[in-house]
C-alpha cells in the first residue's frame, strides 16, 4: 500500500528511543525525511543515524529540551529552514514524573502540566501555519492508555492527557477545513524505557522481580504478550498518510486489549 508521505517532512518529538524513534523510522521507511528531536544529543544522533542507514532518508537531528517553549519555535523553524515544509507533526514528549494522587508534589505537577499538556498545544499551535500553507497536514499525539483507565503511580499522567484529548478534539474541529487531521495514538503495555521504569517501581513496591512484573503486565493484555514500539508506529505511519483521509478527533488504543472499557 502507498501511504502517499514519499517527499513529505515530519517532525517527531522524543524521538532518539522507544516509540518517538520507532515512529521516526516508521515515517522515514515511507520516504518522508524527518526531523528528530530529544534531550540526548549523542542518543539522538545515534538514532538520526541509524534511521537514514536503515532507510536512505534524511534524518535531521535537532537537540533540546521540548518543556521550554523557545526550543520548540526553534525545532520547528530550523526543520522549515531545512527542508522547505512540514507536512505532520508526531507530538510525543518524554512522559510526566511517576506519582500517586495523594502525594503528587508541586514540583512534579508543574513539570506534568508543562511536559505532558502545554507541550502538546505549543507543538500544535506552532506547526498549524506551516501545515496550512501545504494544504494541509497531520497532528499525531502520542499519549498513554492512562487516559482510559488508571494505571498505579501515573495520576499524572492521567490526568494531563486527558487535558491533550480534550484540547485535540477542539482543535479538530477548528482546522477540519484546513485540510488539517488530528488524532491520539494511546500506547499500553508497550515496552519502553518509560514503561520499563514504571514496572521496575512497580516490581520494588510488589517486592518481585522486573521479569516477574513484566509477566504480569503482559499476563493482563488480550493477547498475552508485552508489545512492540514498532507496532505503534505502524499506526502512526497510517494516520499520517494519505489514506487516512476521513479520520479525526479520534484517540486509538495500541495496547493488545489491555483496556477493558466498552467506549
Not at 169 to 196: F, H, Q, T, W, Y
Request: charged residues 25%.
Amino acid at each position: 500500500m502507498d501511504l502517499e508521505l514519499k517527499g513529505k517532512v515530519a517532525i517527531v518529538g522524543g524521538a532518539s528511543k522507544g516509540l518517538g524513534r520507532a515512529s521516526a523510522l516508521a515515517l522515514a521507511e515511507e520516504g518522508m525525511r524527518v526531523a528528530v528531536c530529544s534531550r540526548s544529543e549523542a542518543d539522538l544522533d545515534k538514532a538520526a543515524k541509524e534511521i537514514h542507514d536503515a532507510t536512505g532518508a534524511e534524518a535531521f537531528a535537532f537537540a533540546g529540551d521540548l518543556d521550554r517553549y523557545e526550543t520548540i519555535r526553534a525545532l520547528i523553524a530550523r526543520t522549515v529552514e531545512r527542508f522547505g515544509r512540514l507536512d505532520v507533526m508526531v507530538n510525543n514528549s518524554g512522559g510526566p514524573p511517576l506519582a500517586r494522587a495523594q502525594s503528587a508534589t508541586e514540583e512534579q505537577w508543574s513539570t506534568a502540566v508543562e511536559r505532558s499538556l502545554l507541550f502538546f498545544a505549543r507543538m500544535s499551535r506552532e506547526a498549524i501555519p506551516h501545515l496550512k500553507k501545504q494544504g494541509g497536514g497531520r497532528i499525531i499525539n502520542i499519549l498513554a492508555s492512562t487516559v482510559y483507565q488508571p494505571i498505579p503511580n501515573l495520576a499524572l499522567s492521567g490526568a494531563t492527557r486527558m487535558g491533550v484529548v480534550a484540547y485535540m478534539k477542539s482543535l479538530a474541529d477548528e482546522v477540519g477545513r484546513d485540510g488539517i487531521l488530528v488524532n491520539n495514538v494511546c500506547p499500553g503495555s508497550i515496552l519502553s524505557e518509560r514503561m520499563l521504569s514504571n514496572v521496575t517501581a512497580r516490581a520494588k513496591e510488589l517486592g518481585i522481580s522486573v521479569d516477574e512484573a513484566l509477566a504480569q503486565r503482559a499476563a493482563e493484555t488480550a493477547v498475552g504478550r508485552i508489545g512492540e514500539p514498532k507496532e505503534l508506529a505502524a499506526l502512526v505511519a497510517f494516520l499520517a498518510s494519505g489514506k487516512a483521509s476521513y479520520i479525526t478527533g479520534t484517540t486509538i488504543l495500541v495496547d493488545g486489549g489491555l483496556v477493558r472499557s466498552v467506549l
